[in-house]
């Protein structure tokens, strides 16, 4: 039954449905059809690293360096910008996928390689691409006006009805569907989290693995920072402040595990709508937008402990006596 | 013979006493802050000056507080990034008290308070519903500033009683402040409880092995909760001291400052995965950090690329004797 009609998909898709009537029956303006357009092409960057994110976790690796990576190639694109107008769109977002990649490919190696434990290496890396941010600029801003105007209009231009920066984030979440379901790194992704010591004798490289995951999670922040940096018009040191812990939380409210293991694209796509529909709602309703932090992180407590009854396993009740007289 | 022992991790205990501590990862520690000390007293006229020295330790005595607590909690298998918003939250509290008039006894309590419940919220979820504790600090990380914020907004609490100021901006004897006294109380208190009483014994089992404490009577969730109270606590304190010396509150207190407090403790040899650690470590990573970041500032680096430093130094301390042992490896092979 839960094969064909996924339990905790269903749960976060109907709250999310619960919290779009709510406001609607309160400001009806918020469900029209141009403005939940605007609330998915404000979610965009967090689809695409919360899906960048979700390939980490499954393997057992947490990645708090993408905020930073976005940031840094974000600063990157749009100083080659100013320093080479004339550069075609589709070059500039080939570097920034690749400055991506590589920094996520420095995540990966030190993990695979070294093994130093992913937490560690991400706190640090995070550090020194914000500092590195910094050292390249040297602490100053890129503005909308020297940026050109190709640049700055490419993520806003619409096609269909929806601006290129939508389309990225749907594009993402395509090829990552069949990534995960359909090919052989999207299953080893699974299996590396699932059971290490298993994946080993089926002739998985864990770390291999690992590192790839890294590479992906890398080459979408990067492309995500130059549509974050195209978008707002202007890239400086602390773009992307704190983003790393909602994507984190989108990850966690989409219901993949930080064991490792347990997931899904849905999930993690359902997870960032759903900060990003909270996030959109808070003026529209009048509350202060000071709510948004403690909301989600209400939102985090109540998904990991959801998730954790639901996913609890049935045995090994050698020690439950033990533990309830304690 | 040696690489046998090296791959089972057996410890030996065929050298002295002596041998292990010149060998030992505080040793190379306090070497290297020996090395920072005396190229930064060479690189600034300004650096051999008590008075600088003593604001020096500004940089590093109120993470240190957290840091012993984080180190027992982290070694413990566990770790708590909700450390600078419970002072956010501390100080908000604190802050609104003082609107009411409070004294400084009074803030005082408050701040221990407030820490304490942040705390035994953290261990609530994390020891009583089995939750993961990375997942639950990064919630109530949100959750703990979120209330700071939606207090005060984009506001500031000023106004706090004269007294109060004797926290963070008071000193003791000449140029030794309140802070770096309670620092060194804090660290032996916390030097003791884990090397010198079965409490810090329990913390080492239960990093080491949860299963394995648990059979023989270890009460895990107990210990643990109790850790996640301290981490509390210690956030309170830093909360008081950081409030009284900064004179104000704003919800953005603090921030980032979870990251600094963790490298501050893998630094100090801690391991991240649990099991291993030690408080000395942990001093000595607090004045490296300090005496880095002070010796920077007289040379007028940045902050934030001070922060590269502190990054390559947290995966350069883990990196370096993991490929020192390939190499060594390596070769014998």
């Not at chain 1, 699974?190 to 010591?197: I, K, Q, S």
Request: aromatic letters at 10%.
């Amino acid at each position: 039954m839960s094969r064909f009609i996924p339990v905790r998909e269903t749960i976060l898709a109907a709250a999310i449905a619960v919290l779009l009537i709510l406001i609607a029956s309160r400001f009806s303006g918020f469900v029209a059809p141009s403005n939940l357009v605007n609330v998915f092409n404000d979610t965009a960057p967090l689809i695409i690293l919360a899906l960048g994110q979700m390939v980490v976790i499954l393997t057992r690796c947490i990645d708090l360096s993408v905020a930073a990576n976005l940031a840094l190639t974000g600063m990157a694109v749009a100083m080659i910008n100013v320093a080479f107008p004339g550069l075609p769109i589709p070059f500039i977002i080939a570097i920034a996928i690749c400055l991506g990649g590589a920094m996520g490919a420095i995540n990966g190696l030190l993990v695979w390689k070294l093994p130093i434990p992913p937490i560690v290496v991400t706190l640090g890396t995070m550090t020194i691409f914000r500092g590195i941010i910094f050292l390249i600029s040297d602490g100053k801003w890129v503005n909308a006006h020297e940026m050109s105007e190709g640049f700055t209009g490419f993520p806003r231009a619409a096609v269909l009805g929806l601006p290129i920066l939508s389309w990225c984030a749907v594009l993402t979440v395509i090829i990552f569907a069949v990534m995960m379901s359909r090919t052989p790194l999207g299953r080893s992704i699974f299996a590396v989290g699932g059971n290490p010591h298993a994946a080993v004798y089926t002739g998985i490289d864990v770390g291999k693995t690992q590192f790839k995951a890294f590479v992906i999670s890398g080459a979408l922040a990067g492309l995500t920072g130059y549509l974050w940096v195209a978008r707002y018009a202007v890239a400086y040191v602390d773009i992307a402040g704190g983003f790393e812990l909602e994507v984190v939380a989108a990850c966690v409210i989409g219901g993949i595990s930080i064991a490792g293991g347990i997931g899904s694209v849905g999930g993690a796509v359902l997870g960032a709508l759903f900060l990003g529909v909270v996030k959109n709602a808070l003026p529209v309703v009048n509350i202060s937008p000071f709510w948004q932090l403690a909301i989600s992180g209400s939102a985090i407590l109540i998904a990991v402990a959801f998730n954790a009854q639901s996913g609890r396993k049935k045995g090994r009740l050698i020690l439950k006596d033990a533990e309830a007289t304690r | 013979m040696t690489d046998i022992a090296a791959q089972r991790h057996i410890p030996d205990r065929l050298h002295s006493r002596a041998y292990r501590t010149v060998r030992s990862w505080e040793s190379l520690l306090l070497a290297v802050a020996i090395a920072i000390f005396v190229v930064n007293s060479f690189a600034s006229p300004y650096f051999l000056n008590a008075w600088n020295l003593s604001d020096a330790t500004f940089n590093f005595t109120e993470k240190a507080m957290i840091a012993f607590a984080m180190a027992l909690l982290i070694i413990a298998g566990e770790i708590d990034l909700s450390v600078a918003s419970i002072i956010a939250l501390a100080s908000t509290a604190m802050g609104l008290a003082t609107q009411y008039g409070a004294g400084t006894p009074e803030l005082v309590i408050i701040g221990l308070s407030v820490g304490l419940l942040c705390g035994a919220f953290n261990g609530f979820f994390v020891t009583i519903l089995g939750l993961p504790s990375i997942v639950v600090t990064i919630g109530t990380m949100s959750l703990f500033r979120g209330i700071s914020f939606i207090i005060l907004g984009d506001d500031a609490f000023r106004g706090y009683p004269a007294s109060f100021s004797w926290f963070g901006q008071g000193y003791i004897y000449w140029v030794f402040t309140v802070e770096m006294l309670l620092f060194v109380i804090i660290a032996v208190i916390y030097g003791v409880l884990l090397h010198k009483t079965n409490f810090g014994r329990a913390v080492y089992a239960i990093g080491n092995n949860p299963t394995a404490a648990l059979f023989s009577g270890i009460r895990v969730q107990r210990v643990k909760f109790i850790l996640f109270l301290l981490t509390g606590l210690m956030s309170g304190v830093a909360a008081i001291c950081l409030t009284s010396r900064l004179g104000s509150t704003r919800p953005s207190i603090a921030t980032g400052m979870e990251l600094e407090v963790v490298t501050m403790v893998v630094l100090g040899g801690v391991n991240i995965l649990g099991g291993s650690g030690s408080i000395p470590g942990v001093v000595i990573a607090a004045f490296v950090m300090g005496l880095v970041t002070f010796g920077l500032g007289l040379l007028n680096v940045p902050g934030i690329v001070m922060s590269i430093f502190i990054g390559l130094l947290l995966i350069g301390v883990i990196a370096l004797p993991r490929l020192w042992t390939m190499f060594a490896s390596h070769g014998k092979s």
